[in-house]
């Protein structure tokens, strides 16, 4: 036989447990939304990206570098003997949303982000007036 007392504890037990249950659910629940926004709003930032042009620094930079290179490559050519070409490409959206995402990645890895410009010689003095 039970008392009163014992059954009253056993209802808040019941009762703490079903109030953790349901935090855990929520927080879950919060958590898997969060995950959703978080990738949602990376897809709208690649997206913002896509539909913004170069500037200026980004075409001189290694953006633009890439971007051109990229541009090449997604029409089957090759790279080799390209310096010329590669002033005169017009990169497509996706190439340079593309070559953004190389940058960063590779600026994130590079401790010294102010290293040495990879591009030929022959590239890096065009388009460039003092």
């Known amino acids: 036989m ?5 059954g009253q504890v056993q209802a808040r ?9 349901e935090q855990k659910r929520r927080r879950q629940e919060l958590a898997e939304a969060r995950q959703h926004g978080l990738a949602a709003r990376h897809a709208q930032r690649l ?6 042009p170069l500037t200026n620094e980004e075409k001189k930079g290694p953006v633009g570098y890439l ?4 541009a090449i490559l997604r029409t089957g050519r090759s790279l080799a003997g390209a310096g010329a070409v ?4 017009v ?4 190439d340079i ?9 590779l600026a994130a890895l590079s401790p010294n982000p102010s290293a040495a410009d990879p591009r030929p010689a022959s590239l890096t003095d065009q388009g460039e007036t003092s």
């Open 91 to 94: 990169p497509a959206p996706d």
């Open 67 to 70: 971007a051109a290179c990229l």
């Open 97 to 105: 949303a593309e070559a953004r995402r190389i940058a960063e990645g």
């Open 13 to 21: 037990i019941a009762q703490a447990r079903q109030r953790a249950d």
């Open 86 to 89: 590669l002033a005169a490409v």
């Open 2 to 6: 039970t008392s009163n007392i014992d």
């Open 47 to 52: 997206a913002n990206q896509a539909r913004r």
